[in-house]
């Protein structure tokens, strides 16, 4: 069983960066994908992005193509979400997924782990 626990979340004015970070705990981590969604108020969880278990391919969603970035350290047993240009509409609570084996997936249900989440507020 693998632990999940975000942070790096806060309130920002629009074109900032922040740096999400997942401490992993339990579990294999090494060998597991993972991944961060995210949900606003009012709509429902949406994938943001996914990162194989070797870090050697990542996947987007529409909406952060260009503008965010996954990665991983497998020796600290951490995730990371850099979050650039960061828009009003990025608003949300982030929340850090890892699943057993398979490949990183854009697919909430795929997912077996999640952390509790963390909070992004993006003003104008």
């Known amino acids: 069983q693998m632990q999940l626990v975000e942070s790096g979340g806060g309130a920002v004015q629009a074109g900032a960066s922040l740096r999400l970070s997942c401490a992993a705990s339990?579990?294999?981590?090494?060998?597991?994908?993972m991944g961060w969604f995210r949900q606003a108020p009012g709509k429902d969880r949406e994938f943001v992005a996914a990162?194989?278990?070797?870090?050697?391919?990542?996947y987007y969603a529409d909406a952060v193509e260009g503008r965010f970035t996954i990665s991983r350290d497998n020796a600290k047993n951490m995730v990371y979400l850099q979050m650039n240009s960061l828009k009003p509409e990025d608003t949300a609570v982030y929340y850090c997924?890892?699943?057993?084996?398979?490949?990183?997936?854009?697919?909430?249900?795929?997912?077996?782990?999640w952390g509790q989440g963390t909070q992004v507020t993006v003003s104008s």
């Open positions: 339990g579990g294999t981590f090494s060998s597991n994908p």
């Open positions: 990162i194989s278990w070797s870090g050697g391919a990542t």
């Open positions: 997924v890892g699943r057993q084996g398979g490949t990183g997936s854009s697919l909430r249900k795929q997912y077996d782990y």
